[in-house]
Structures are given as structure tokens and as C-alpha cells.
């Protein structure tokens, strides 16, 4: 059974950093992986989509990185504003006919100004 | 292009009552997802909607059930509630690839159950 674990569960930095949010997963057999973003009161935001035969997806400020052989993936947020707190979760597409997304639980990231 | 939306925002049952929960996809999306998110389980798949056919679902009873319409809006019927059940119910919709391609999600509807 996939599990899906996202470390740390809360992250306080400084603006203008450049900070590294952690997803790791027990099954390498993946379809894709994909990043979200929630803010208090709303609903998701997808942020990046990595298929199973991509190693990185990059968007903005934003880059996503994907070894499914070791089960892990990293979202680098570059020079990090007050705008980015929210919470990311990252979610595991399964492999096989029943595709559904497995999700972490997610880091709740806040930005200092 | 207006986004997901979803009726109603809140909603206050009793256990045992039944609630339906409504949801319209971004015009163009064949494709509707539909999650469970709770403090304890966190996000949880339900079930997904193509083409008005349940193509892939989640782990989730009987009680929990679905529809799509043929101009891709989506139902959720849950009966029997249970006090487990208070949650944020989210819907996404996602263009023909269906929901392994990029999902945009609504707001959700709030579920308390009483």
C-alpha cells in the first residue's frame, strides 16, 4: 500500500530564502507526482506535474524534482515571499487501471517578511 | 474562464440524514474528482467521474456515492450519515486526460454533522 510522508510538518523561514520542502513514498511503481499548494479557506492549487518519466518540472520560482528509485521528491522554492506561506502537499499518482491520487499530510510553510 | 465551483459552501446534518453535494467543473472538463479532506486522515480519494461513468474510486463504503450529468457537472450523495463524516468534501475537474492530468480544484463544501 502506498504511503506517501511529508517532512517537515511546518517550516518558518526568513523572506528571501531559498528553502527545500521533502516528499518521500514507499512504492516506486508511480504513474506521476504532482504539488499543491492550500490556503486557509480555499480549495487546492496545483503547482507542478512530474510524470514517472521526467526527473524535474520547473515553473517560476518553483522546481520539482522526481528519483522515483528512491522513493523521493523535493519542491525548491527560490527566493521565498511572504505571498508562499500556505500549505504544500505533495500526491502520488498510482500506477495500474484504478488511477487515484495518495497524498501526504502536507508542511504548513510560513514566510517572515 | 470561471473556475470549479461548488454548492453549497456549509452545510450542519444530523447522523443518520442523507446530504448531496453539488459540483461544476470548468466548461470544457469531462473529468471530475471528488476528495474527502479530515484533520485526522488528511485529503482521501473518493471516486472519479468521466463521461458520466465512475471510472476509478477510492476506499471508501457504499454510502459514498456519485454521478456526472451529461454536461459534466458531478454529483456526491452520501447516506446514513456518520458523525466521521464532517469533513471538507472537494471536487477538481480535469480537461480529456481525465484526473491523472492537472486538477483544479474548488473551494469545497464544508460538512459538520451533528
Known amino acids: 500500500k502506498q504511503e506517501v510522508t511529508q517532512i517537515p510538518a511546518a517550516l518558518s523561514v526568513p523572506e528571501g530564502e531559498n528553502l527545500v520542502l521533502n516528499c518521500s513514498f514507499t512504492?516506486?511503481?508511480?504513474?506521476?507526482l504532482q504539488w499543491f499548494r492550500q490556503d486557509p479557506g480555499k480549495g487546492l492549487t496545483s503547482l507542478l506535474l512530474?510524470?514517472?518519466s521526467q526527473r524535474e518540472q520547473t515553473s517560476g520560482r518553483l522546481n520539482a524534482s522526481l528519483d522515483k528509485s528512491s522513493g523521493r521528491s523535493t519542491l525548491y522554492i527560490a527566493a521565498s515571499q511572504p505571498g508562499d506561506s500556505a500549505t504544500y502537499l505533495c500526491?502520488?499518482?498510482?500506477?495500474?487501471?484504478?488511477?487515484?491520487?495518495?497524498w501526504g499530510a502536507g508542511t504548513k510553510l510560513i514566510i517572515k517578511p | 474562464k470561471a473556475g470549479v465551483t461548488q454548492t453549497p459552501r456549509y452545510l450542519i446534518k444530523t447522523r443518520g440524514q442523507q446530504v448531496t453535494l453539488s459540483c461544476s467543473p470548468i466548461?470544457?472538463?469531462?473529468?471530475v474528482s471528488w476528495y474527502q479532506q479530515t484533520p485526522g486522515q488528511g485529503l482521501q480519494f473518493l471516486f472519479e467521474?468521466?463521461?458520466?461513468?465512475?471510472?476509478n474510486k477510492g476506499n471508501f463504503p457504499g454510502r459514498f456515492s456519485g454521478r456526472q450529468f451529461s454536461n459534466s457537472r458531478s454529483e456526491m450523495n452520501v447516506s446514513t450519515l456518520e458523525l466521521g463524516d464532517s469533513a471538507l468534501y472537494l471536487c477538481?475537474?480535469?480537461?480529456?486526460?481525465?484526473?491523472?492530468?492537472?486538477?483544479?480544484f474548488g473551494p469545497g463544501t464544508r460538512l459538520t454533522v451533528l
Open positions: 477538481a475537474s480535469s480537461p480529456s486526460g481525465g484526473a491523472r492530468d492537472t486538477q483544479y
Open positions: 466548461s470544457g472538463h469531462r473529468s
Open positions: 467521474y468521466f463521461s458520466e461513468t465512475q471510472r
Open positions: 512504492d516506486s511503481a508511480i504513474y506521476n
Open positions: 512530474i510524470q514517472s
Open positions: 500526491a502520488v499518482g498510482s500506477s495500474g487501471s484504478n488511477y487515484q491520487l495518495i
